[in-house]
């Protein structure tokens, strides 16, 4: 049971130092209770108070750690606008150990080739899920090696047969997968498995209230890395059992449902699938089983796990440097725009379009847009001519014209003034800038 900022505060040291990062200890206590603060902030709590306090240090959604880097768990609130998500959701594409070794290693190939990049950022797919459903344990042990010699990304491995599990597991437990499902039947010798190997494993009920009896089961082992799977395989039931046991975790510090949960595509038409695994990325998926691996399917759904899991509060930014389109030269023209993600990529996209090689600077405005950073004081003459001059521009080009975005004209004669250089007017929007750059010539 989660303890009380009064509860948590009389085991406080009461020292009301500020080193926490809040005033008072009573403000830390509440802080603590709420999950917006973690016990090891405060440098003078006692080891008794410490062990006492465990269940209120402990994030409602354990960390789950698997594979090369992925993390599961350890979110805090149910919605980004109360606080941020912290660990996106972990992409899976499933291998099954029926396909032959043409097919396995065609299918390889694909996943290593999900690589993008947009805005700046780059994604890729995060593990492979191999799937046992030859029932032979011989061929799933032989997949698994085949997929973990040809990758290092993250894995994970399904099979309900424990043997078989324990032949797959055997070489390749240092590369700790995620294995699984720990099912009624046979949770304690998977469980057993996951402890003896140090990796984690997926416990899997029908329902709520079965997987929370399945999981107080596993605990008595002496075991906790735990990954939920709730059993259900439609998207409206899967939908309600995400909400719930994330609810529940979150709400009520009802610790059995308090680890990640995966969830697995049900859909056989791609699209149909992404639509579907994009609903358990909004809600409240820590890892997504799929089974298309083509990249014009996964893209959209990468680039939906981006904007989800971004922290509202610092958003995407570009390096406050000057950046250059095409050949350019000293004849090239100078865009000045901000370093907000989403700007500066529309601006660069139409004046590579507008087939003019120029240079675009844009201003570090803490990764606001044009309108924004100006209404903050962010985007202001003095700061323009600062950048000007730190990325040597006049060096570069011999005429002295620059561009600023048409929002903000009110600010070219002030800017004219400080820079010495002529400051032209643009568009308002990105999208004026082709017909605009003929003006230029």
Same mark, same amino acid.
């Given at each position: 049971m989660a303890l009380t900022g009064l509860e948590i505060y009389k085991q406080m040291?009461?020292?009301?130092?500020? &080193?926490?990062?809040?005033?008072?200890? #009573?403000?830390?206590?509440?802080?603590?209770?709420?999950? $917006? !603060? @973690? *016990?090891?902030?405060?440098?003078?709590?006692t080891e008794a108070a410490r062990e006492n306090l465990d269940?209120?240090?402990?994030?409602?959604?354990?960390?789950?750690k698997f594979g090369k880097d992925s993390v599961l768990g350890d979110e805090t609130v149910l919605f980004r606008h109360d606080k941020t998500f912290y660990h996106p959701t972990t992409l899976l594409i499933s291998v099954s150990d029926t396909l032959s070794d043409d097919e396995l290693n065609a299918k390889i190939e694909e996943i290593k080739g999900l690589e993008f990049e947009r805005v700046g950022l780059q994604y890729s797919i995060d593990g492979v899920a191999?799937?046992?459903?030859?029932?032979?344990?011989?061929?799933?042990?032989?997949?698994?090696?085949?997929?973990? &010699?040809?990758?290092?990304?993250?894995? #994970?491995?399904?099979?309900?047969?424990?043997?078989?599990? $324990? !032949? @797959? *597991?055997?070489?390749?437990?240092?590369?700790?997968?995620?294995?699984?499902?720990?099912?009624?039947?046979?949770?304690?010798?998977?469980?057993?498995?996951?402890k003896e190997n140090s990796v984690p494993v997926i416990i899997k009920a029908d329902g709520l209230d079965a997987l929370e009896e399945l999981v107080v089961k596993a605990q008595a082992l002496?075991?906790?890395?735990?990954?939920l799977d709730p059993g259900s395989r439609t998207p409206v039931d899967t939908?309600?059992?995400?909400?719930?046991?994330?609810?529940?975790?979150?709400?009520?510090?009802?610790?059995?449902?308090?680890?990640?949960?995966?969830?697995?595509?049900?859909?056989?038409?791609?699209?149909?699938?992404?639509?579907?695994?994009?609903v358990y990325v909004a809600k409240y998926a820590s890892a997504v089983v799929l089974k298309t691996s083509k990249k014009a399917h996964l893209l959209p759904l990468m680039t939906l796990k981006q904007n989800i899991y971004t922290d509202p509060q610092k958003p995407i930014q570009v390096e406050p440097k000057l950046h250059s389109v095409g050949n350019v030269d000293e004849n090239s023209p100078v865009y000045i725009t901000t370093n907000f993600s989403l700007t500066y990529y529309s601006v660069e996209g139409e004046v590579?379009?507008?087939?003019?090689p120029s240079y675009i600077l844009p201003i570090d405005t803490d990764g606001t847009s044009v309108l924004t950073a100006y209404a903050a004081g962010k985007f202001e003459p003095e700061k323009i001519v600062e950048a000007m001059n730190a990325c040597g521009i006049a060096d570069k080009v011999k005429h002295r014209n620059i561009i600023i975005p048409g929002y903000v004209a009110v600010i070219s004669g002030k800017l004219s003034e400080l820079s010495g250089w002529k400051t032209i007017v643009g568009p308002r929007e990105s999208s004026g800038i082709v017909s605009f750059s003929k003006s230029l010539t």
């Open positions: 040291p009461k020292k009301n130092c500020g &080193e926490c990062g809040v005033p008072t200890c #009573l403000a830390f206590a509440m802080a603590l209770a709420s999950g $917006k !603060a @973690a *016990l090891d902030s405060c440098p003078y709590v269940s209120a240090a402990a994030p409602p959604i354990k960390a789950i191999v799937v046992q459903e030859s029932g032979d344990a011989t061929r799933f042990a032989k997949v698994a090696a085949v997929v973990a &010699e040809a990758t290092d990304k993250s894995l #994970l491995l399904l099979s309900s047969d424990p043997e078989a599990m $324990k !032949a @797959a *597991l055997a070489p390749l437990a240092s590369r700790k997968p995620l294995i699984g499902a720990a099912t009624i039947d046979n949770y304690e010798a998977m469980v057993n498995l996951a002496g075991y906790k890395e735990f990954v939908l309600a059992n995400l909400t719930h046991i994330r609810r529940l975790a979150i709400k009520k510090k009802f610790r059995p449902l308090g680890f990640p949960v995966v969830a697995y595509t049900s859909k056989t038409e791609p699209m149909e699938e992404i639509m579907e695994a994009s590579e379009t507008s087939k003019i």
